[in-house]
């Protein structure tokens, strides 16, 4: 009996001492992978910088085609500018959606609530896929209440939200169809539903939807791109928001997905017309410091423009600007230094706004930049709403 007990002993001490070695196996992989997933996000931060520089400028310009010179342009050449528009665009989002799977992945998917309208933002994603919808023939109805009470949802995710279930009806749908779009409001929850009279999803395709780089059978009809990201991100904003989000489909039928956001009102002074106010731009990019002046100046500002962080600091000492846009990378000193610089030696009854205008958009730079002293933080390529909205915002209405 002495003998079995012995051996008993020795098998449990043996068993016990393979498992703390796989502990430690499995706490040094971790570590291990925890350094990889490390390299991997600052890889992505480099090429986000890289990449959605370039393309801001490129869609800024088209833009600005578009505006200034509808009238000269004949329908060949409005077709180019259409066509570099919508190139650029996937391009962007596809670089876009890179880095917020690599947010949701380490858990920091950052929302920025600002008090917005629902039914407003709705329609201008209804209106800009219009482009879209009006090659394959396809109407995009809106049914919506006249106004909603504004609510704090973070307006650049849910617009990626909306886009993102409007355009894939479209391109799921064929020629000459509709796509119905619907937002109403119950028990303090607004319901956002994107039908299409498309092919459908079968069954066994549905558990696939809402993982990253999954794909179903169903092929979009007229050869659209799809990068299999879109509705992993989707699922992980609303949810965030505290929404759900779900889908009825039947196969031949077409397809609905419904969204929730919590009707929590938020409150906001009216805005009319922004004051009129006195910019400095802070970029090291020549092309960057012209879209910035253009942008501006198209929306009755004036504009200063330096090239490093120690011209920003010399600059703000010895003008009265009402706000700076400060980008983050910029030789001599970089905008987090500048940025430090400037708080150090104003006198608070002088403290000039600061606004980060970055290409990173990795989680943690907002509050990279908060930390630094800036006071809000605008995403590359700036697009002339954000602009618009973020200096109405913190300028002011006018007098």
């Known amino acids: 009996m002495p003998h079995r007990d012995e051996a008993s002993f020795d098998e449990l001490s043996r068993v016990n001492n393979e498992f703390a070695h796989l502990q430690r196996e499995m706490?040094?992989?971790?570590?291990?992978?925890?350094?990889?997933?490390?390299?991997?996000?600052?890889?992505?931060?480099?090429?986000?910088?890289?990449?959605?520089?370039?393309?801001?400028?490129?869609?800024?310009y088209a833009d600005f085609l578009e505006s200034d010179a509808a009238q000269t342009m004949d329908e060949r050449q409005r077709e180019f500018v259409t066509t570099i528009k919508r190139t650029s665009e996937f391009m962007l989002h596809m670089v876009t959606d890179l880095l917020d799977v690599t947010a949701i992945e380490g858990g920091k998917l950052t929302l920025d609530r600002q008090?917005?309208?629902?039914?407003?933002?709705?329609?201008?994603?209804?209106?800009?896929?219009?482009?879209?919808?009006?090659?394959?023939a396809i109407a995009?109805?809106?049914?919506a209440p006249a106004s909603l009470p504004e609510v704090a949802?973070?307006?650049?995710?849910?617009?990626?939200?909306?886009?993102?279930?409007?355009?894939?009806?479209v391109k799921f749908s064929h020629r000459g169809r509709a796509v119905h779009?619907?937002?109403t409001a119950a028990d303090g929850v607004a319901t956002v539903a994107v039908s299409d009279q498309g092919q459908g999803i079968p069954a066994a395709d549905l558990s696939?939807?809402?993982?990253?780089?999954?794909?179903?059978?169903?092929?979009?009809?007229?050869?659209?791109?799809?990068?299999?990201?879109?509705?992993?991100?989707?699922?992980?904003?609303?949810?965030?928001?505290?929404?759900?989000?779900?889908?009825?489909?039947?196969?031949?039928?077409?397809?609905?997905?419904?969204?929730?956001?919590?009707?929590?009102?938020?409150?906001?002074?009216?805005?009319?017309?922004?004051?009129?106010?006195?910019?400095?731009?802070?970029?090291?990019?020549?092309?960057?410091?012209?879209?910035?002046?253009?942008?501006l100046q198209k929306l009755g500002h004036r504009a200063d423009v330096v090239s490093t962080g120690r011209q920003a600091v010399d600059a703000v000492a010895r003008e009265s600007y009402d706000l700076v846009l400060m980008d983050c990378e910029m030789p001599d000193m970089d905008g987090f230094a500048a940025t430090r610089a400037i708080r150090q030696a104003e006198q608070p009854e002088r403290r000039v706004t600061i606004v980060a205008m970055t290409a990173s958009a990795m989680a943690g730079d907002r509050a990279k930049c908060l930390a630094a002293g800036m006071d809000d933080y605008l995403?590359?390529?700036?697009?002339?709403?954000?602009?618009?909205?973020?200096?109405?915002?913190?300028?002011?209405?006018?007098?």
């Open 27 to 60: 706490a040094k992989k971790n570590a291990e992978l925890a350094k990889l997933i490390e390299l991997k996000n600052r890889i992505l931060g480099v090429a986000a910088h890289d990449l959605r520089t370039p393309l801001g400028v490129i869609l800024s």
């Open 181 to 183: 779009v619907s937002i």
């Open 115 to 136: 008090p917005t309208d629902l039914v407003e933002l709705t329609r201008r994603n209804v209106k800009l896929n219009g482009v879209l919808s009006a090659r394959k």
């Open 208 to 295: 696939k939807l809402f993982k990253p780089f999954s794909k179903t059978s169903v092929q979009s009809t007229a050869g659209e791109p799809s990068t299999g990201l879109g509705l992993a991100i989707v699922r992980n904003i609303v949810e965030g928001h505290g929404g759900r989000i779900w889908v009825k489909s039947e196969v031949g039928r077409g397809s609905t997905f419904s969204f929730t956001l919590p009707l929590a009102e938020a409150s906001r002074a009216a805005v009319g017309a922004t004051r009129t106010g006195r910019i400095l731009v802070a970029d090291d990019g020549v092309v960057n410091q012209k879209v910035a002046v253009i942008q």
């Open 153 to 169: 949802f973070d307006r650049g995710k849910i617009e990626q939200v909306l886009n993102n279930l409007i355009s894939n009806a």
């Open 140 to 143: 995009i109805e809106l049914e």
């Open 379 to 399: 995403t590359k390529p700036m697009g002339h709403e954000a602009l618009r909205d973020l200096l109405a915002r913190w300028l002011g209405p006018a007098a």
